[in-house]
């Protein structure tokens, strides 16, 4: 329970300070992502390491290791996977509730900031390391009235050279 | 642990990020400590609200520092405070013999001196949860191996009783041992402080011999520059 608190405290102070470096909630949206990319290119060998999953065959493997491996050890909470595509390249993870916003409104004047866009860049990060290059967005959020908050992914293409690790 | 994990991939990325924008230089070095030293305040001043909601009431401030050493901690950092130290007149040392977000880095001398920035936020941690505990306080750290420690403190305790915040580096060889030099300035009545952004130093009497206890119990407020 205390270390859930001190992320979400954490990971809150970080939004508030961001807010006030940057003018605008676009650029802070793209620094969360930006961050949360550099955690995830490190937090996928800890994953790695802590859950011995084999490799994934296939996007829907991936799907439910993320939701029930990755989010269970690292936020305790499991979403559920639903709306896949057609050609099987999409996802969404539905989170009931969002640990990162606990305690957490956002006020009037930053209705365009996309608070925990870090978890989409950490997403992108973790999975561009197994060689898949996808991409993740928020697409509903309870902060922003929604019901519950949804992470769209999307699987853009394999990665085939193994270059190292980039930072942004 | 695994939430311990992300929470230090966090912190590091939030060091990363604020010297990132930031310039080369002093100045520019103080302000990015001051703005991590000020998010671990909000972050301090949180959990404590959270943590001791359905506490007793505590005795005195040696109670509070035990809470911060052993509950506090342990939540925080897995593990207790490896030893308190005391004159009993307002000055404690908090020394942790494997600080966990610094026993991921490497050892060595050229990475000592950016030792400062991981503890920062710490600081404020610390400083946070006793002001809404009703202590203000100043906390500094050090990082040096053990037996460089005790010379340390006293010239710590020196730089307080002036006003400023200074953070002090040692030279060392394994940055492990983390000692925080905790000093509250008279204990306020226990009601919780609103977060200073900055608090300007007001005038204190300065020190007028070199004593290793009891002048800094006349400092004023904390005041960060």
Known sequence: ?168 | MADEALFLLLHNEMVSGVYKSAEQGEVENGRCITKLENMGFRVGQGLIERFTKDTARFKDELDIMKFICKDFWTTVFKKQIDNLRTNHQGIYVLQDNKFRLLTQMSAGKQYLEHASKYLAFTCGLIRGGLSNLGIKSIVTAEVSSMPACSGVHVQNMQDCCTGTYKAMWFAASIPHHLYLAFLPCYPSQLLPLPCPSLIPPQQTPVCDAPLPVSMCSHCSTSAYE
Request: aromatic share 8%; proline share 3%.
């Open chain 1, 1 to 168: 329970m205390g270390s859930q608190w001190l992320f979400t405290l954490t990971y809150g102070a970080l939004v508030t300070q961001l807010c006030k470096d940057y003018e605008n909630d676009e650029d802070v949206n793209k620094q969360l992502d930006k961050m949360g990319y550099n955690i995830g290119v490190r937090l996928i060998e800890d994953f790695l390491a802590r859950s011995n999953v084999g490799r994934c065959h296939d996007f829907r493997e991936t799907a439910d290791v993320i939701a029930k491996v990755a989010f269970k050890m690292y936020l305790g909470i499991t979403p559920s996977i639903t709306n896949w595509s057609p050609a099987g390249d999409e996802f969404s993870l539905i989170l009931e509730n969002n640990p990162l916003v606990d305690f957490v409104e956002l006020p009037d004047n930053h209705s365009s900031l996309i608070y925990s866009n870090l978890l989409c860049g950490v997403l992108r990060g973790a999975l561009e390391m197994v060689q898949m290059a996808v991409e993740a967005k928020f697409v509903q959020d309870t902060l922003k009235g929604d019901g519950v908050t949804e992470i769209r992914m999307r699987f853009i293409r394999r990665i085939e050279d193994n270059l190292p690790a980039g930072e942004e």
